[in-house]
């Protein structure tokens, strides 16, 4: 008790006094004088032994002005010792009294800080002090990193955002000072250090490394949940010194394989996995250099290693030929799995007790000797030099982290790094110190590396897979070690890494390695593009897959989401397109094998089917749907072999989950009750059912689309097929197997028969269901039915369809059944037999209205895009089958109505179904009578057009296409320029007296003009060359003919087009050429002044243009020496189809009157000499 007062008396005597002496700011050299003679007189034990009993605010306010007037001290070249001290005695104290909370506040701690950073200046900074020694550097830079770390220990909590950054930069200028230390030692006086052996062996060297390790384990746990306010400096002179460090230690070739290193090395990879999480700043200047180290790490541990043991025997007799991979890979991994060997055993006999496993030491077989957790390296268990390889481990996991940090920060740096990180040739062999994901994935004695090199395998493939699928390309040619292109580098890689995952597929036994490689085939799949890879890579993939996946026990719930995963990766191989001649023929022995109830793995479609049977668990049933979906939409011509098989398996699973709809109707409230019992994967598995349905009657029906009514005027003006309207059917695959033979034996109707059976069997079961995705599943089969299956249906089947469609749009409440329902709507709405019964389609006009009020977005899409199509359908009955007769005109005209005010509605929603809108107003001007105000009664008796519209109609519409081409995106602005197209075509509208008509010409010849969309200005010049007459443009014509040529002019010497618009250049350009003679076939003397002296200015430029097509219209009609395919032949075809040269002689005949009556005779005779070498 007397020595713990006399030790407080004592702390409190030197600082009272301290405090007395220091309150008139004593010069530096005072200060210095008054520390040694107060503090350093003391006994030093003495004071740190009273600090646990003094109040903990005396305790900190005292160190506080103690490192404060340390740190002002410290401009003294002679100061050293008072800051050494009194760092030693912060440590002390700091350690003492660590269990008490020293309130210690944000200047205090950056005091604190200043003067550490003070002694380390000192210390390390200046060559001349007496600390220069090593040893002493190395106890100084020990003190500074004990306080940091019992203070981030006793602290960490408590401290605020800013002291933890001003401690981060202190580690930084630490590990920094240390770094420059460990320089010095490698390069004494700048000349080659010791070798590396005796560095290791040098205790100096140690203690630094263990120094740099505990400053990088103390930055880590600083930076640990602040990275995102991390400030940009801060984050930039941490990866700086980082690289530093990792540079060092490469290029210096010191990663030795001791605690110590390991230590190091995994603190190091901690901090940069922080640093990386949320880049500050760009990386691309550090990619490089970072790949490169880590690449190195991958290997860490294992190049000097004791032995392992490596198949080398399977290797050497493996079946993945460097020419293409074989389906048997290696032999079954039953045989290949050791006897289990208990730990004390291990002790005794290392890894294994089998002398030709000492072949390979590089790495460990992934069936052989590597552990299953964490557990199988404890303290207890092996010799220390098998605790170190499970040490060096971390370093290798800590490695694959960073490097799939980098995967997600720059992605764009790091493609040009495969090489680095992927082999290009043998992948299964192991090398010697060539270190790549795939050697880590396959041979790394340590699960959790391989999993991790899996995983960092996917984040690779997750932010490449567009470059892959559009650069990469294999060439068996290409010689190893010279020179190879990109794409050829990236075509090996893709080749060995299919090679790699699939010798992993047959042989690995590890459930959690198994499924993290199969997410990783998964999008190794989707990032391959097959084409350009070889042939039979793809078959061998699907066969590999299959004999794994049916190989795993449907018995056991663990292994679900390994069989799911399994399945998953095959239905991605059967959706790649384009489709696959080789793995159509793969499909097609496999269904030559037959369909065995007694052998369910005989086959693989026999496989499906048995996975698809009710009694299996709902995801494995979804899954194996999904993969005979995928193969029936790119493969169509094996849905007619296997559609009795799906047919029945359908309708086992609708007859376990169905809603038993044959005792009464059931209400709402019924459904509501039913889907709480069924549960959500139940409904998944029959919506997929009927997809599946519906993909294989789309394949049946060879994806045939729907009536394509295209209006004949039109077709006469746009005279090339390629920039014409067609309705395409998006589900169809997109590339055709033409060499097969199509039947291949079966008996084929075009998909009638099993419309048929669809139609009675399955789809009464479905479609009332209480599931509302199976409903909508339904619904949507409708609209792959083709024109040619629905004729052929009796009358009563067609009521079916048609009334399934119209009482699910108008009654079903769920949103997704409606939209389902308007699509179909809008299909069958385009059948030839359905446009002449105006009941239906007067039912199909209120379903589709109903629907465009709805508040969600999709619903009204659909619903708009029915009523275009709606139109579209009425629009060809009464402009092209004139024979029709309605059935009830009363009604007819009520709809009409309806159909145009619902499209005004719609024009003012947003793009999507603005462009529908238009779409189908443009149909509806083109047959409804639409005179003026003035001219309605005049023309309404008269009218040759079925339909007579109210007067405000022709107003509101060409204000709403006014509206939407100024605010609408590309898809409105061509959708009313073809609209303006039909409107300009209704015989009803006197364009000339129309005070609109300037504006929309106006309006077209600006897009013509200025768009950047090659779609939008051919449909604008289309338009422009309706008119059938001068006297239709009015006082624009004019303008018309002067922009035209203009136009014409510009795009001969446009280079500018960007690549989307390459395919539509040769139809803008065919296009202009129409337009332009149609409109200058109009030319007369009688035009203005203006008019006739343009066209005097561009006499040399027309007579050029009209000389190129009279040349190539001469020729027109003799035989070409190339294929009908060839450019000659298709400008000839194009020209020699302007309704026999007429509009050519017209245009050529009306610029000779102008030129003639203007005196410019010269002029005319060169153009009539033109026209004569036509006659």
């Known amino acids: 008790m007397a020595s713990s007062s006399s030790a407080i008396r004592s702390w409190r005597t030197a600082f009272l006094t301290l405090r007395d002496e220091t309150l008139a700011s004593p010069p530096p050299q005072v200060l210095l004088a008054l520390l040694q003679d107060l503090m350093l007189s003391h006994s030093f034990d003495v004071l740190v032994s009273a600090a646990p009993d003094l109040p903990p605010h005396e305790v900190n306010s005292d160190l506080v002005l103690l490192a404060e007037l340390a740190s002002d001290s410290s401009v003294r070249r002679d100061s050293y010792d008072v800051l050494l001290w009194t760092c030693h005695l912060l440590m002390q104290i700091h350690e003492v009294s660590c269990k008490l909370f020293l309130d210690i506040s944000n200047s205090s701690w950056t005091i604190i800080l200043r003067i550490l950073q003070k002694v380390l200046e000192h210390s390390f900074g200046d060559s001349d002090n007496k600390s220069s020694e090593s040893s002493n550097k190395t106890r100084v830079m020990a003190e500074v990193l004990d306080i940091l770390r019992l203070s981030m220990k006793a602290y960490r909590r408590h401290n605020s955002h800013l002291e933890i950054m001003e401690s981060a930069r202190l580690l930084v200028c630490t590990v920094s000072y240390l770094h420059a230390e460990l320089l010095n030692l490698h390069y004494p006086h700048g000349i080659r250090g010791p070798s590396n052996d005796s560095l290791s062996r040098n205790p100096i060297c140690n203690n630094l490394w263990d120094a740099q390790s505990l400053a990088l384990s103390i930055m880590g746990d600083s930076l640990t949940g602040i990275v995102s306010s991390i400030p940009i400096d801060l984050w930039q002179s941490t990866i700086e010194v980082l690289r530093k460090v990792m540079d060092y230690l490469t290029s210096k070739n010191l990663l030795l394989e001791n605690s110590v290193m390991s230590r190091l090395l995994t603190n190091l990879l901690n901090v940069l996995h922080i640093v990386l999480l949320e880049p500050k700043d760009s990386l691309s200047g550090h990619v490089p250099g970072l790949v490169a180290a880590l690449q190195l790490f991958l290997s860490y541990g294992l190049a000097s290693g004791t032995p392992l043991p490596f198949l080398i025997n399977d290797l050497k007799g493996k079946s993945l030929t460097s020419n293409g991979l074989e389906s048997g890979l290696g032999k079954s991994r039953k045989s290949d799995a050791g006897p289990y060997r208990p730990p004390h055993l291990r002790k005794k006999d290392g890894f294994s007790n089998n002398p030709a496993d000492t072949q390979c030491s590089d790495y460990l077989s992934p069936n052989f000797g590597f552990t299953s957790s964490d557990s199988d390296h404890s303290d207890n268990d092996g010799s220390a030099k098998h605790v170190d390889r499970y040490r060096s481990s971390k370093v290798r996991l800590a490695a694959l982290v960073c490097i799939q940090d980098l995967c997600h920060a720059d992605p764009k740096s790091l493609s040009s790094l495969w090489t680095l990180l992927l082999p290009e040739n043998d992948v299964l062999q192991p090398r010697k110190y060539e270190a790549n994901l795939m050697a880590s994935l396959l041979f790394d004695p340590i699960i959790k590396v391989r999993m991790e090199s899996a995983s960092t395998l996917a984040s690779m493939l997750d932010g490449h897979s567009l470059t892959l699928s559009q650069v990469a390309e294999y060439n068996e040619s290409s010689k190893c070690g010279s020179f190879t292109t990109l794409s050829s580098s990236l ?149 007619t072999r296997i559609w009795g098989h799906i047919s029945v398996s359908v309708s086992e699973l609708l007859l376990v989950g169905r809603w038993d709809s044959d005792s009464e109707i059931c209400t709402n409230s019924c459904k509501e009750e039913f889907s709480k019992t069924v549960s959500a994967t139940t409904e998944k598995c029959l919506m997929a059912a009927i997809k599946v349905l519906d993909e294989c009657l789309r394949a049946v029906s060879e994806f045939k689309g729907v009536d394509d009514f295209q209006d004949l005027r039109l077709l006469d003006i746009q005279r090339i097929s390629s920039s014409t309207r067609t309705k395409k059917i998006s589900s169809a695959p997109s590339f055709e197997l033409d060499d097969l033979d199509t039947s291949n034996g079966v008996s084929t109707s075009h998909g009638i028969d099993q419309w048929n059976e669809v139609i009675s069997n399955h789809l009464p079961k479905s479609l009332p269901h209480a599931s509302p995705m199976v409903r909508a599943a339904s619904l949507t089969c409708f609209a792959g039915m083709t024109s040619s299956v629905f004729t052929s249906l009796t009358k009563g089947k067609q009521e079916f369809v048609i009334s399934s469609a119209v009482t699910a749009a108008l009654s079903d409440a769920v949103p997704s059944v409606r939209l389902a329902a308007c699509r179909a709507i809008g299909v069958l709405t385009c059948f030839s037999c359905i446009v002449s019964r105006s009941k239906v389609i007067n039912e199909f006009i209120r379903a589709a209205d109903y629907n465009s009020h709805d508040p969600q977005s999709s619903v009204r899409i659909t619903a708009s895009w029915a009523l275009a199509n709606i139109c579209d359908a009425l629009r060809h009955r009464e402009t092209e089958l004139i024979s029709v007769i309605c059935e009830d005109e009363t009604t007819h005209r009520d709809s009409i109505s309806l159909l145009v005010e619902s499209a005004l509605r719609l024009t003012k929603d947003s793009d999507k179904i603005k462009s529908n809108a238009v779409r189908a107003l443009g149909n509806l001007s083109r047959f409804i009578s639409l005179p003026s105000y003035s001219a309605a009664e005049k023309l309404k008796s008269f009218s040759t057009l079925n339909f007579n519209g109210n007067h405000f109609w022709l107003e509101k519409m060409v204000q709403a296409f006014v509206s939407c081409v100024t605010t609408g995106n590309v898809k409105v602005q061509w959708n009313v320029c073809h609209a303006l197209s039909n409107l300009f075509m209704n015989e009803t509208i006197k364009l000339h007296q129309m005070s609109w008509a300037p504006t929309v010409y106006s309006i077209l010849l600006l897009l013509l003009r200025d768009s950047t969309n090659f779609k939008i200005r051919i449909h604008a010049a289309v338009a422009l060359a309706v008119p059938t007459s001068r006297l239709a443009y009015g006082s624009s014509f004019s303008d018309v003919v002067q922009s035209i040529e203009h136009v014409r002019e510009s795009l001969v010497l446009d280079t500018s087009s960007t690549p989307s618009n390459f395919k539509y250049k040769d139809n803008l350009t065919k296009q202009m050429t129409l337009t332009t003679l149609h409109v200058l076939g109009f030319v007369s003397p009688s035009d203005d002044q203006a008019l006739r002296d343009f066209l005097f200015k561009k006499a040399p430029l027309l007579e050029e243009w009209f000389k190129g097509l009279t040349s190539t219209s001469a020729t027109c009609g003799q035989p070409s020496s190339k294929g009908p395919s060839s450019t000659h032949n298709e400008e000839d075809s194009f020209l020699s189809s302007v309704t026999n040269r007429t509009i050519l002689l017209a245009g050529l005949e009306s610029l000779i009157n102008v030129y003639r009556s203007s005196n410019h005779h010269i002029v005319s005779q060169r153009f009539e000499k033109l026209l004569n070498s036509l006659s």
């Open 491 to 639: 075509g090996q890689k893709l080749k060995q890494f299919h090679t790699g995952l699939l010798y992993l597929l047959q042989h690995e036994t590890h459930n959690g390695l198994l499924a993290s490689s199969l997410k990783v085939i998964l999008l190794l799949i989707s990032a391959t593009p097959y084409e350009r890879m070889p042939s039979n890579l793809l078959p061998t993939l699907i066969g590999s897959l299959h004999s794994r996946v049916k190989e795993i026990p449907l018995s056991k719930s663990s292994n679900m989401d390994l069989l799911v995963n399994g399945l998953a990766c095959l239905a991605v191989c059967f959706s790649r397109s384009p489709s696959s001649f080789h793995v159509l023929k793969f499909l097609e022995e496999d269904i030559s094998q037959g369909f065995s109830s007694n052998q369910p793995e005989s086959s693989m479609f026999c496989f499906l089917f048995h996975l698809s049977e009710s009694k299996n668990h709902p995801s494995i049933i979804y899954e194996a749907l999904q993969i005979l979906r995928a193969a029936s939409h790119n493969y169509p011509r094996i849905a």
